[in-house]
């Protein structure tokens, strides 16, 4: 029997909202919690699908039976429940940084994990329980299921572009009332009743008050600490994929933001409004009347220090945001400056909306404005600047309770810092601004990633073209396309000295220079900068109590700081406030993947052993023991490759969400096709037929990996439009092959024991529970590249596995 046209785009849109729905909640938990959830969200959704597989493995004639009524009720079901367990999950008061010492905040994890589950439960019983019914038809279900979901994850970027988060939950639970109208309509013809309920429920939807969904932001987020002080509101919201942004501004008690000021600052400055993305991150649009000496303020932090040791008439600013940065250059008389900003809204704000606020300061005759990211610009262009500046791109607060320790960032690897340095003009600088922590850990991390680039750029002494200066709050790292001069350090040592900010590191310095002002108990960045320049620097990162190993593309993670032979001594500082020196982001990582270890034994692998003998499986007999490893290696081995893929891409592609969103459709459309293709390999028996798709995976994936850094190399050179479909015809031939081995199996099973159907989809759906999580902190902790590795070593091991079980 041969599903009908219509049930297969049903299939199809509740796969699709189902994506959509996963990426959305990526971005909804960026905007209330933090970006650290992002993978989180992968692991339940898989854990949805997975417990899918028991229910239907264990209730798989019954639910036969009453087929059109059972995928009915489970579309209806996903369409009510993905607005209303986020709406409850958001109830649930968790915050990621008191996990250690409020043990209730892993319960709170808990709830939301299995809350949010619920969801992609029902839409995965809609497609377990189309491949179970149409048998024979495995290969076209499975295929209308990613399609579907490869369309759904584009769709939402989309969606995004014009819709604020919250009002597209409205939009998918009507997509999913679709698919129920479509099915009792055109499908089965069912009882007047279904289609009348989706109905009067979809206008209840479409008519309801506007203000039932809305979003409860963590209280520990910067924009809901700011909305406590008296007088201050939210003035305009705008959203897109790359955030959603909030103007504040405050009535009563002026808002003052100068990140580094000195603490010998005379001056203020002037009227702010507060920018918020993802109501974090906070910048300032800063009025200003055309007047320079309104701006002295910003002569009075660390991030000046390039303009005072030299003149410069052309610079390069990356990540320009509000502006900040631009006039203190305008301050200095900078005659050209070129601004690179990733987000076009925040461009928009400060050049049209708020234009006459900042003194039309984009439309400045000495700006030019650049939408792209910073090595993208780079790689496109051969220009020289005689400064290059970098600064505080990430919020003071969620960097040092180490909310970032997961986010991938290419801004600040040892590629990168080639890159930078390349379009340095001889003896011109390079400016890195960043915020001070203690212990120190950002500074330590940049600085051997600096020294690394210099060497690998033949520098052979890398001490010859550093400073480094510290103030209360901020650091600055100049790296100079040239030896520091004497002149130069007097001239940094008139500026600190007037600011009250103290030297890290120049050519010559010595001990008694340093730690004068901003006095810490010991001067750590000076001895870490004279070790890591030193001939011990191998011994000096070995033996710091943080992770200071060099961030590379292959580990793009510069906040990720966590040892584990640390964790016991700061676990003994914890009751007197030794809180902060953990990586909260990191720890909720690793709690999540505890978490999806358990939740999928005991949720789908133990139920699935339990009953083996409801699913089929003769007592004593160990086939099925190739069937478990052959499934479960696959559900690893995918998702090792896709996570893996996502995180490459945000080099090429700019930012996470595209990356999730190209990544995902195109190993999706492309595996749904690769999934069609097999019904002409399935029904081949020889060894060969079974060997392609997984020898190809191995081929492609080993080459992506070792070519990577020139691959990125290219696709940064070329323009938007050309990456997107670079990138595209890069994954798809990996994804079709990868869209070939679990269907090939199915449609085995579905011809020698039909009822291990679901007993498979859930054994996959297990292992992806748990590969989502470990699949990033295995990038972490050891590269994108070993993580690939051990995806081919399990495409292996199934490899090894399948054909001995189909010919048995």
Not at 446 to 457: E, F, G, H, Q, Y
Not at 561 to 578: M, Q, V
């Amino acid at each position: 029997m041969k599903p009908r046209l219509s049930l297969l785009a049903a299939v199809a849109i509740i796969s699709a909202s189902a994506l959509a729905y996963e990426i959305l909640l990526m971005r909804l938990f960026s905007i209330i919690q933090w970006h650290h959830f992002a993978y989180l969200m992968i692991s339940l959704a898989l854990l949805g699908y997975g417990v899918s597989g028991v229910f239907l493995a264990l209730n798989r004639d019954r639910l036969a039976q009453h087929f059109p009524a059972a995928i009915m009720a489970n579309m209806l079901l996903f369409s009510l429940l993905a607005p209303a367990c986020f709406l409850l999950a958001q109830q649930i008061p968790f915050n990621p940084a008191e996990m250690l010492w409020t043990p209730v905040q892993l319960l709170y994890l808990c709830g939301i994990y299995l809350i949010l589950a619920l969801p992609f439960f029902f839409a995965a019983n809609v497609v377990g329980l189309s491949l179970y019914r149409y048998k024979s038809q495995v290969s076209s279900i499975y295929a209308a299921d990613l399609f579907g979901a490869g369309l759904g994850s584009a769709g939402v970027i989309l969606l995004l572009s014009i819709m604020f988060p919250e009002k597209i939950l409205t939009v998918l639970m009507l997509s999913g009332l679709l698919a129920t109208l479509l099915v009792s309509s055109y499908t089965f013809n069912a009882p007047k009743y279904w289609t009348i309920a989706s109905v009067i429920i979809g206008l209840a939807v479409i008519f309801a008050p506007t203000g039932w969904m809305t979003l409860k932001v963590s209280p520990y987020k910067s924009l809901n600490q700011l909305l406590q002080v008296p007088g201050t509101k939210i003035i305009d919201r705008y959203s897109s994929p790359l955030g959603l942004i909030s103007v504040v501004k405050s009535e009563i008690t002026p808002l003052r933001h100068a990140p580094g000021l000195s603490l010998n600052a005379t001056t203020e400055p002037p009227e702010q409004l507060a920018v918020f993305t993802d109501a974090d991150n906070m910048t300032a649009i800063t009025r200003y009347d055309g007047n320079p000496e309104t701006l002295g303020y910003l002569d009075q932090t660390t991030s000046a220090l390039p303009y005072h040791l030299k003149q410069h008439s052309d610079i390069l600013i990356l990540g320009a945001g509000t502006g900040s940065d631009i006039l203190q250059a305008g301050y200095h008389a900078i005659k050209h400056v070129d601004a690179v900003e990733l987000n076009p809204q925040i461009i928009d704000l400060v050049q049209r909306k708020y234009a006459d606020f900042a003194g039309y300061l984009y439309s400045s005759a000495h700006v030019n404005v650049h939408v792209d990211e910073a090595r993208g610009y780079l790689a496109a262009t051969d220009k020289t600047y005689d400064l290059v500046n970098i600064s505080l791109l990430d919020a003071f607060g969620a960097s040092t309770a180490g909310l970032y320790s997961m986010a991938e960032n290419y801004l600040y690897t040892e590629q990168a810092i080639r890159e930078y340095l390349r379009h340095v003009s001889a003896n011109g600088y390079l400016s890195i601004t960043r915020w001070i922590k203690i212990p120190p850990r950002d500074e330590p991390k940049l600085l051997v990633t600096v020294i690394n680039a210099l060497k690998d750029a033949n520098v052979r002494q890398p001490g010859q073209q550093i400073i480094m200066i510290r103030g209360w709050q901020t650091s600055t790292l100049l790296v100079k396309n040239g030896n520091i001069s004497a002149e130069e350090i007097s001239r940094l040592k008139q500026f600190c000295t007037e600011r009250s900010f103290d030297l890290v590191y120049y050519p010559g310095i010595s001990e008694s220079e340093v730690n004068r002002f901003n006095i810490q108990q010991q001067p750590y960045l000076y001895e870490a900068a004279v070790a890591l320049l030193g001939d011990q620097s191998r011994a000096f990162i070995d033996a710091y109590k943080f992770n200071i190993e060099p961030a590379t593309d292959d580990r793009p993670y510069l906040f990720h700081f966590f040892k584990w032979r640390t964790l016991p001594e700061i676990l003994s500082l914890l009751g007197t406030g030794g809180s902060f020196l953990l990586e909260s982001g990191y720890l909720l990582l690793i709690a999540a993947l505890v978490q999806a270890m358990l939740a999928s034994l005991l949720l789908i692998a133990l139920p699935l052993w339990l009953w083996k003998s409801k699913l089929g499986i003769e007592p004593g007999s160990g086939s099925h023991l190739r069937i478990l490893v052959y499934f479960f290696c696959l559900g690893l081995a995918f998702l090792f490759i896709e996570i893996a893929f996502i995180q490459k891409f945000i080099l090429i592609l700019h930012h996470p969400l595209y990356a999730i969103t190209v990544v995902l459709s195109t190993f999706l459309l492309s595996a749904g096709a690769g999934s069609y293709f097999s019904t002409k390999l399935s029904s081949r028996t020889e060894k060969s037929a079974f060997m392609l798709p997984m020898a190809a995976i191995a081929l492609l994936s080993i080459g992506y990996s070792l070519g990577f850094e020139a691959i990125a190399g290219f696709l940064l050179k070329t323009g938007s439009l050309s990456r997107y479909l670079f990138s595209i015809i890069l994954i798809a031939p990996l994804g079709f092959c990868m869209g070939m081995p679990f269907p090939m199996a199915l449609a085995n099973i579905s011809r020698t024991a039909p009822a291990l159907i679901p007993w498979a989809w859930g054994i996959n759906g297990c292992a992806s529970v748990i590969s989502a999580i470990l699949a990033t902190l295995i990038a972490m902790q050891f590269s994108f590249t070993v993580l690939i590795f051990l995806a081919v070593i399990l495409y292996g091991v199934a490899a090894w596995c399948f054909p001995k079980w189909v010919q048995a």
